[in-house]
């Protein structure tokens, strides 16, 4: 089931700019992590950040979240073409194997 | 390369074909997910097995059955499907957590399915 929203929908951005995209959720979680998709390809995960953390670094990733708007965020800095995909947050709650994923922000990064 | 294998990558069938999706790991994960995508959508659960055991499925129509005859394999039996059940099928595993929540999961790369 689809928990949260994330926008922007789509990102444009040029080689070497960082992109900025966000994910909103409604019920308390236990993790929330984010997964990049290539065009025809599964989902890659990419980092998790529990509950109880506010910030996470992933090479050029950087995840905040703040589960009193319960919001977060990845930032891509540097971004390179490989970067173009689609991302997409997913939570989950405590003793659940279910994963709520987001809508997903098209990132396309032009060379 | 994914670690997660699914077979085949494209099928075509017709609506009253039978057909299966297979799905392989051999990562020591004991908990295994089939999920439905259309195109620029997330992915939608429709089953979750948990040390071989069926622990979840999402209201999904009997035309789906989903099997798992071991800890590494999980299949997907297909039987006359509907046109709108085109989409790209996803397996995923992941590890059980201590208190049977949940891992990060590792996807295949999906098959994808067109329905005639």
């Known amino acids: 089931s689809q928990q949260g929203e994330e926008d922007p929908q789509a990102l444009s951005i040029q080689e070497g700019e960082n992109a900025t995209m966000n994910c909103s959720y409604k019920?308390?979680?236990?993790?929330l992590q984010w997964y990049r998709q290539n065009s025809g390809r599964g989902l890659v995960h990419l980092i998790l950040?529990?509950?109880?953390?506010r910030e996470k670094h992933s090479g050029r990733l950087r995840v905040t979240l703040d589960t009193s708007k319960k919001s977060s965020s990845l930032l891509i800095t540097a971004s390179r073409a490989a970067d173009t995909a689609s991302y997409f947050c997913?939570?989950?709650?405590?003793?659940?194997?279910?994963?709520?994923f987001g809508a997903g922000t098209t990132v396309t990064v032009r060379a | 390369d994914t670690e997660v294998t699914q077979t085949p990558k494209h099928l075509v069938m017709g609506m009253t074909n039978k057909k299966s999706l297979k799905c392989e790991q051999h990562m020591g994960h004991r908990a295994m997910y089939w999920y439905k995508q259309k195109a620029k959508k997330p992915p939608e659960l429709m089953f979750v097995?948990?040390?071989?055991?069926?622990?979840i499925n999402e209201s999904v129509p009997s035309r789906f059955s989903p099997e798992c005859p071991n800890s590494s394999l999980l299949n997907l039996h297909l039987h006359a499907l509907q046109p709108e059940d085109s989409a790209l099928y996803l397996c995923a595993s992941s590890q059980v957590g201590s208190t049977g929540g949940y891992q990060p999961q590792h996807f295949g790369d999906g098959t994808r399915l067109s329905i005639l």
């Open positions: 997913a939570t989950d709650r405590l003793d659940d194997y279910k994963l709520s």
């Open positions: 097995y948990s040390y071989e055991k069926l622990s």
């Open positions: 950040i529990r509950s109880n953390e």
């Open positions: 019920t308390s979680i236990n993790n």
